[in-house]
């Protein structure tokens, strides 16, 4: 799961945070480290498969499943140009605004999804950079990874799905398994994202957190 370079064509929904620190700011201002699952094609120093956060620290090994707070997680459309070609591609975070694009663009439009993650720090981890946000009695990481195609099937598809038939329960408020595992179509493999629920939820801490975190 590589960095997708975009032309934004429509303006990203952002939200304004507020902390006891009294400052001004607003989404655009936090700077959320990309969460990579390594592909044997990535110039990550790390092993296949594993799941990188800030490209350095690896947070899961292959089929190794986290429990994890979905923080956020927003839909969007880009033009499916391909890998090679130089082209960068439009996105757009509306059905009008992928629509327009569409009208003009010579490519399809691919759905794909950012969504925000935070993982716990294991016990007997000793990485603490890896996980530099205090929440109660634990330390965290945060990232956001880009998903499209399978991975987005496997992932904002199935955190869609039960947030249309648990309506009133928000995504944050459960635990959720993620795990990065080998797919295989014809004679290519890669390692792809994937979130299911679970019936646990989040500390005390983590829920207060959550409640005021947007992105």
Not at 47 to 54: N, Q
Not at 161 to 186: D, H, R, Y
């Amino acid at each position: 799961m590589e960095a997708v370079t975009t032309e934004v064509v429509a303006t990203k929904p952002t939200a304004i945070i507020t902390n006891e620190s009294g400052l001004m700011m607003d989404s655009s201002d936090i700077d959320i480290p990309r969460i990579n699952l390594v592909q044997k094609t990535s110039d990550i120093n790390a092993p296949v498969g594993s799941v990188v956060v800030d490209k350095k620290h690896v947070l899961l090994k292959p089929d190794e499943p986290a429990e994890v707070v979905v923080l956020a997680a927003i839909k969007g459309w880009r033009e499916d140009i391909p890998y090679d070609d130089d082209g960068i591609p439009r996105i757009a975070y509306t059905p009008e605004d992928m629509q327009a694009i569409a009208a003009q663009s010579d490519y399809d439009m691919l759905e794909f999804a950012e969504i925000t993650l935070m993982f716990k720090q294991p016990e007997g981890s000793e990485d603490e950079e890896a996980y530099p946000f205090p929440i109660g009695d634990h330390q965290y990481a945060i990232g956001k990874i880009n998903v499209a195609k399978d991975a987005y099937r496997q992932t904002y598809k199935r955190l869609a799905t039960f947030a249309a038939f648990n309506k009133s329960v928000p995504l944050q408020n459960k635990l959720w398994n993620f795990e990065s595992s080998l797919m295989t179509k014809g004679k290519y493999s890669w390692y792809a994202p994937s979130l299911s629920t679970t019936q646990k939820q989040p500390d005390a801490a983590v829920l207060e957190f959550t409640a005021n975190f947007s992105r």
